[in-house]
Nanobody, 118 residues
């Protein structure tokens, strides 16, 4: 399984950015794809996840209403649309995957840096 994150960059507060995760090698459809982030000096935290089918998105309270996670139709990618970005959203963002029958994320992509600053 390989996960390749992309789309990070510098954006002003209130702006938008879309991150994408290219997924390959999943052995079945019974997987959950997620985004996590790690800000400087802080622990990694959950951002959002969605079933590989695209169903049942879930969000951390800090991003709910501003971020939207979705699987791109016909493509093996999962994206997160981030709107109304705040300086506290600055972090390295990682995509991850786990089988639905386990609790730990088994596969991780490399991070992509999002910086929210004026």
């Amino acid at each position: 399984v390989q996960l390749q994150a992309s789309g990070g960059g510098l954006v002003q507060p209130g702006g938008s950015l879309r991150l994408s995760c290219a997924v390959s090698g999943l052995p079945s459809n019974q997987y959950i794809l997620a985004w996590f982030r790690q800000a400087p000096g802080k622990e990694r935290e959950f951002v959002a996840n969605v079933f590989w089918s695209g169903r049942s998105p879930a969000y951390a309270a800090s991003v709910k209403g501003r971020f939207a996670i979705f699987r791109n139709n016909g493509e093996n990618t999962v994206s997160v649309q981030m709107n109304n970005l705040k300086p506290e959203d600055t972090a390295v963002y990682y995509c991850a995957a786990r089988y639905t029958g386990v609790s730990e994320y088994q596969y991780w992509g490399q991070g992509t840096l999002v910086t929210v600053s004026s």
